[in-house]
């Protein structure tokens, strides 16, 4: 059986849970370090198109000074002509830790009211990955950053997954659509290139895009872009937030002091809180004594770092000197955090990456908080500053055995395969693995272990879970990376199956193939043939998708032969109706016998779900070559059986069909029985995409014009609700 084929449809592991009280839900798998609590913002459902995002993350505490770059800003962004149809864009540059983020962030939010469009934000840092684990050479390159982005700000605009394009070329053309009629703002952060930019600036008159890089973007210039390099904090700005963050008492009684302070930070921000946070948490320090300390300890590294920039010292020094303070377990777990592959974590895989309880690790994460050396999101997540992490990295390469990095990314590798074990489970527990679930979870049954899952008990766990996926996607790639750089092969491919969970619903499909041909790849050096067939046949996926056909039919050819070789017979049937589904578009009667060879393999293995599904497509491969008896034979077994297992959803979806191949052979009013039910079936089911095509097709059978329009209107409300392209096209229709 393969759950996978209907994509709308829903080494060893050493976790540890020892005598910790845990807030919040919990999962036992195996042995699990410390309470693992699900903290993260909930993916949002698709928005009406009558909603406004608001993705800009709220500005940072006690934000001071930059009064002159946001008033330039305004002059930049804000168009005395709203009906203008030009699009300002304003791109912010500077050093690391300069505040560029803070100042976007500041600004969008002071001008929410203006954009009633609504905001988007999207983290380039994080769609390229980051961290220790991440090698920074995705499927796809630059292009595929720029794609996923789109898809994001598509999906905020209320763009179902059923809807959403698979090409970079027509996602930007359904952006454009889709922003034309909002006023709205999209902030871009960490950008690089200036191709990642241009697809992105809105269409909707008053509109503006804000972008933030460490490069200048020049080119962007030329498209009528206003760049505005931020510098670093004057002499006034810096003793300002010297000030406000580690108390103007303190800067007033040692101005000279304080000033020189501010000097030696180099007026950035992230030194200057830094040096604040220890002012802060030492009060017996006084400004002078730090001052003396920066200045020994700057000295020291300008005979160190002799190519370096000044900033890069400046900020190394405030970073050793808040380092040195840090207690022994708390210096500890700051290095083990610059190890962690992603760019957030909580509390739970800080406990399972350093080896100690939720209890132990939650004091630690305190201290490094106050010392200003971690952030905390407004989902409770922490974040090191990448200037933080590359230093708690090289002073674990420094401190720490030379395996550790490793070690850090095992245990976090097994952190994620546990919990996302427990999120395929929920959303599915009877499609095909390889994976021995179990044996990952440490239970001996698979079922119990779901029914206990912090997903078990959500109104709509199986939504819960997929949310949870979608929060994670970043984390779980950049650790996925590093398990492969490691050479953890049996992690690697363990994870990458299970992770495929998500990709079945969300069509992000550049990070679907680099997953999936790292788990291949992973499988293939572990001598795992049919872990290596099924991931390769899913490869085929997403290849298909993004139109490389060819290399869609080379993997499946490499799949056929592993899927033969480990004499997995259900396995054997999935990679034939993976092939069928690639043959559909190649060579029609090759994809009947292929779908017909699913079907008796499937039969062979006594698997009943994935023998319907082979039917179905079987029948669909008939009726599409215009054997259309046949196909009806086919079709209706294949709805019968999905009836028996209590599938209405692809039951639904067999009966359209079948009310379609009824069409084709002149039986109208038998066909708009079929199709007219399905409909209703489907809308139970929330099957909103495939009922609006069986509407579609029900107007053309219907004799009756009112009723034919009353189906196309309901057919245009799916459509408008999930962000259709096809919504257009309806409004016509029903006009004509």
């Keep these: 059986m393969d759950g996978t084929a209907d994509r709308p449809e829903r080494g060893d592991v050493s976790n540890s849970l020892s ?54 800003l305004d002059g930049v962004l804000i168009e005395d002509d709203e009906a203008t149809a030009h699009c300002p864009v304003g791109v912010v540059s500077g050093l690391p830790g300069v505040g560029k983020t803070a100042t976007a962030c500041q600004w969008a939010h002071h001008n929410q009211r203006r954009f009633p469009g609504g905001q988007l934000f999207i983290d380039f840092a994080a769609l390229r990955g980051s961290g220790s684990g991440a090698s920074g050479d995705r499927a796809g390159g630059a292009g595929a950053d720029v794609s996923e982005a789109l898809a994001m ?15 970079l070329a027509e996602r930007t053309a359904l952006f454009r659509t889709m922003s034309a009629d909002r006023r709205m703002l999209v902030v871009l952060d960490d950008v690089t290139h200036p191709a990642q930019v241009r697809p992105l600036v809105p269409q909707g008159a008053g509109s503006a895009l804000l972008a933030t890089s460490t490069w200048r973007l020049g080119e962007l210039a030329l498209d009528g872009a206003a760049l505005l390099p931020l510098d670093t904090l004057d002499a ?11 108390g103007q008492r303190r800067i007033d009684a040692e101005p000279e002091a304080a000033a020189r302070l501010a000097e030696l930070c180099g007026g950035l921000p992230i030194a200057l809180r830094i040096a604040a946070a220890r002012l802060h948490t030492r009060q017996r320090l006084t400004i002078a004594d730090l001052v003396a300390e920066l200045t020994d300890e700057q000295s020291r590294l300008s005979h160190i770092l002799v190519s370096s920039v000044h900033e890069e010292r400046t900020v190394s020094a405030a970073l050793e000197l808040a380092y040195r303070d840090l207690p022994a377990p708390a210096a500890a ?21 350093s080896d100690l309880t939720s209890r132990q690790v939650q004091p630690l994460l305190d201290t490094l908080e106050a010392a200003s050396l971690l952030g905390v999101a407004e989902d409770g997540r922490y974040r090191l500053h990448d200037l933080v992490r590359l230093h708690a990295l090289e002073g674990a390469r420094q401190a720490e055995p030379p395996d550790t990095e490793r070690q850090i990314v095992t245990r976090a590798t097994g952190h994620y395969l546990a919990l996302t074990a427990l ?38 766990p199986a939504q819960d879970a997929i949310a949870w996926l979608e929060a994670e996607r970043p984390n779980l790639l950049a650790t996925l990376r590093a398990a492969a750089r490691y050479g953890l092969d049996r ?23 680099e997953v999936a041909e790292l788990g291949a790849d992973a499988a293939a050096r572990d001598g795992v043939p049919a872990a290596e067939a099924r991931l390769r046949s899913l490869l085929s996926r997403p290849l298909l998708d993004l139109g ?38 190649h060579d029609p009667q090759r994809a009947i016998a292929a779908y017909r060879s699913s079907l008796a393999l499937n039969i062979q293995a006594d698997e009943e779900r994935g023998a319907a599904l082979a039917g179905y497509f079987l029948g669909c491969a008939q009726a599409a070559a215009g054997d259309l008896d046949t196909a009806l034979t086919a079709l209706e ?59 579609e097709d029900l107007a053309d059978v219907l004799d009756d014009a009112e009723q034919a329009r009353d189906c196309l209107s309901r057919a245009l409300e799916i459509h408008q609700a999930g962000g259709s392209p096809r919504a257009a096209e309806l409004r016509a229709r029903l006009a004509g």
């Design 637 to 695: 077994a294949a709805r019968r059986t999905f009836l028996a297992l209590h599938d209405r959803r692809m039951a639904a979806r067999a009966l359209a069909d079948l009310g379609r191949v009824r069409a084709r052979q002149g039986d109208r009013s038998g066909a708009a029985a079929d199709l007219s039910a399905a409909a209703g079936e489907l809308r139970e089911q929330r099957a909103g995409h495939y009922e609006a095509q069986a509407l």
């Design 491 to 513: 992690q690697t491919w363990q994870l990458s199956e299970v992770l495929t969970v998500l990709f079945l619903h969300h069509r992000h499909l550049a990070d679907w193939r």
């Design 333 to 353: 777990l700051y290095r083990t955090l610059g190890c962690l592959p992603g760019r957030s974590f909580d509390a739970a895989l800080a406990a399972v990456a």
């Design 423 to 460: 999120a395929d489970l929920t959303v599915r527990v009877d499609r095909l693995r390889i994976v021995d679930l179990a044996d990952v979870l440490g239970v001996a049954d698979v079922s119990a272990a779901v029914a206990q899952s912090p997903f078990a008990g959500a109104d709509a």
């Design 153 to 167: 700000c598509l999906r905020a605009l209320g763009v179902e997954e059923s809807y959403l394009p698979a090409g």
């Design 548 to 585: 490389r056909d060819e290399q869609a039919r080379e993997q499946l050819e490499i799949a056929e032969r592993r899927a033969v070789e480990s004499g997995h017979l259900a396995l054997q049937a999935s990679v034939q109706e993976f092939l069928g589904r690639y043959l559909d578009r």
């Design 236 to 246: 006034e700005g810096a003793l300002h937030l010297l000030g406000t963050l580690g």
């Design 19 to 72: 005598g910790s009280t845990v807030h919040g839900p919990v999962v036992q798998a195996r042995e699990v370090h410390g309470g693992i609590t699900f903290n993260y913002h909930q993916a949002p459902a698709p928005r009406p198109a009558d909603r406004r995002p608001d993705q800009v993350p709220r500005p940072v505490g006690r934000f001071v000074n930059r009064r002159h770059d946001l008033a330039h």
